[in-house]
């Protein structure tokens, strides 16, 4: 009952918050009510978590402990990133997606894989791995609003809703989320490759979440070089974005979900 309790006791809070966040209610008189809310979600979601990802010796990454801290990640990202830019009108998309993933732990247990930490070396590749993630999957929920924004340009604005910041505003703090996401992601291939007998104990292989990496990894540098030198915005530069978060996915999070939930097994 209690393990119950702390999880949905972040997925309360988050989804509390896209109402806090939703049309005429992110107005002055709820903006405190935001405040309070944004940081207990994230605690509340990191007390879950902890339970999860350190019930035996080790680190517990499973399918849904992993979308969870990913989710946690991007929201924590977010809660940075809001004392200087708030941006409510991202709370609408990625809280009730936060509040899905918080659960996922409690919902499918699946059939973690526990990684033994050993080494600086290994302890270092998992926080830059997952910080790209993290930070990849909100950079995918500011090209959602982006998207939303570009919509709601062509339509009269509803009676009461909030204005959000200018178009150009929002591109550039996509793009500077991809580009800090990219160096974890490079990192994150680069230690990997050159590092592999201290962090795996083994040579490096170039298995299929190594060739989802690096594909993921490619596509990305192709957005990134076409932003630099062919100014690519809107629909354009979104589909080369999605295209990599989709490969960047598979290489972990889908291998997972396969192993677990087709295969039934944790290696």
């Keep these: ?11 309360t809070l988050y989804l509390a918050l896209a109402w806090a966040c939703h049309g005429a209610h992110a107005q002055a008189t709820n903006r405190k009510l935001m405040l309070a809310l944004l940081p207990a979600a994230i605690v509340a979601h990191a007390l879950a978590l902890s339970e999860t990802l350190f019930a035996n010796a080790g680190l517990n990454l499973g399918f849904a402990s992993s979308l969870s801290l990913t989710l946690w990640l991007a929201m924590l990202v977010y809660g940075l990133e809001s004392l ?7 709370l609408r998309i990625a809280a009730p997606v936060a509040a899905a993933a918080s659960l996922l732990p409690l919902l499918l247990s699946g059939h973690p894989q526990t990684i033994a930490l050993h080494g600086w070396a290994h302890k270092a590749h998992i926080v830059v791995a997952l910080l790209a993630y993290g930070l990849y999957t909100l950079a995918i929920f500011h090209a959602l609003l982006l998207v939303a924004t570009e919509r709601r340009l062509h339509r009269p604005p509803a009676p009461g809703q909030q204005a959000g910041l200018p178009l150009l505003t929002q591109e550039r703090l996509l793009f500077r989320l991809v580009q800090t996401a990219f160096v974890f992601l490079s990192l994150t291939i680069l ?10 104990g083994k040579p490096f292989v170039l298995t299929h979440k190594a060739v989802f990496g690096f594909a993921a990894w490619a596509l990305f540098a192709i957005l990134l070089i076409g932003r630099h030198l062919r100014g690519w915005r809107g629909n354009t530069a979104i589909r080369w974005m999605l295209a990599g978060f989709f490969f960047l996915v598979l290489a972990y999070t889908g291998s997972r979900f396969v192993l677990e939930f087709v295969l039934g097994r944790s290696l």
């Design 1 to 11: 009952m209690a393990n119950i309790l702390l999880h949905l006791l972040p997925a």
């Design 191 to 200: 230690s990997g490759a050159l590092f592999s007998n201290e962090i795996f």
């Design 84 to 90: 200087l830019t708030p941006l409510p009108q991202l």
